[in-house]
Each structure stands twice: as structure tokens, then as C-alpha cells.
């Protein structure tokens, strides 16, 4: 099974802009699922300025941004929710609008993901990515779990290395060959100014 960035990976390569809508109740436990995963993202991409990527929290009643995303004009949208697929908690799943069927359900929202996944298909021409988290509990007033939670943190920092990958490290070889180039240039500067040239 691919982890988190891989499939992801696979989705996103060279999509254009990218809607990211949380769903979930922050009152009802591991039902914050969602909601949790989209927060982190935004914490994550906050300082680093991309019109690529757009993050909505749309917490109960996410129908309420579809003006909102409409207007992005996202080319993908990621939709976040806690889903029951009889797993252990925190477990992840991947999969297109199409594929949401016998043995998966979400939780209890106004306007059902599936639904509103095809709305975002059929209006907006886009790609709809929905990502599910297993919850444990969705009692009221229970705090969310550590697994969803880790899950919650797995997403947001598989979505933030795609739209913004790290830069490549220099092995410790390059960094001192690039100090050496660096040194060469500014003693050939001094040089010219020493001698007018």
C-alpha cells in the first residue's frame, strides 16, 4: 500500500491550483478529523506565499464554501473527513468520488462528501481527491485521539512537501567547494580594486 505523499503524488503532479477542504466537528472527538488536518496545513503554508494551494474549513457544512472554491477555480480539490471503513483508528484512505461505495461511510454532516464531491466534479470540471481518516471516537465532548491526530499531521506534511518540496541539502564535499569558488571570486574582486583594475 502507497503511503500518504506517494498517493498523493500520484494525483497532483502537475495540477494547477489545489482547493483543500476540511470537514468535521471539532465537538464531536475524532469527528475533527478533517478540520484538525487543514488547520495543521495552514499553520504549514502559511509563511511560505503560493497562490497554488488555497486551505477552507468548512467544519459542519462545508456546501456553504462552494462559491468560495468556485472562485479559486481550483484545477483539484482534496477533501478531508473522518471515514468509516471498519479499520483501526487512524488509519488513511485514498480514493476518488467514483470509488466511495458498500463499506464506506462519513460522518454525519449536513450534506453528505460523496455529494458534495460530485458537485465540485460536475460544476467545476476539477479532480476531486477525497481523503478519509478512520476515527475511534465521535462521542460529544471527547478529545481527538492520538492516532487520528498523527494522521491528521500526516496529511497536512504530505501535501506541504508536494506543493512546497524541501530544496536538496549539499553534502559537506559541495558546501566546501562552493565556499572555495565563493573565496576564489571575492579575492579576484579585492585584487581588482587593489590594483584599479
Do not use: W
Not at 75 to 83: K, S
Amino acid at each position: 500500500m502507497p503511503t500518504i505523499k506517494k498517493a498523493l503524488q500520484n494525483r497532483l503532479t502537475g495540477t494547477g491550483k489545489i482547493a483543500v477542504l476540511g470537514i468535521g466537528s471539532d465537538l464531536r472527538g475524532d469527528d475533527a478529523a478533517g478540520m484538525l488536518a487543514t488547520e495543521k496545513l495552514a499553520k504549514l503554508i502559511s509563511k511560505k506565499r503560493n497562490s497554488r494551494i488555497k486551505v477552507f474549513l468548512g467544519s459542519t457544512a462545508p456546501e456553504n464554501l462552494t462559491g468560495e472554491i468556485k472562485k479559486f477555480k481550483p484545477e483539484h480539490v482534496i477533501m478531508i473527513d473522518a471515514i468509516e471503513i471498519k479499520e483501526k483508528p487512524g488509519t488513511i484512505l485514498v480514493l476518488d468520488p467514483h470509488e466511495v461505495g458498500a463499506g464506506v461511510s462519513f460522518s454525519t454532516h449536513k450534506l453528505p462528501a460523496k455529494i458534495l464531491a460530485d458537485y465540485f466534479s460536475h460544476f467545476t470540471k476539477c479532480a476531486v481527491t477525497i481523503i478519509g481518516i478512520q476515527p475511534g471516537s465521535l462521542d460529544f465532548g471527547r478529545k481527538v485521539s492520538k492516532d487520528v491526530a498523527s494522521a491528521a499531521n500526516s496529511i497536512a506534511g504530505a501535501i506541504r512537501d508536494i506543493v512546497h518540496p524541501a530544496k536538496p541539502s549539499l553534502s559537506r564535499r559541495e558546501c566546501r567547494g562552493r565556499d572555495s569558488a565563493k573565496t576564489t571570486r571575492q579575492l579576484k574582486h579585492q585584487d581588482r580594486e587593489l590594483h584599479g583594475k
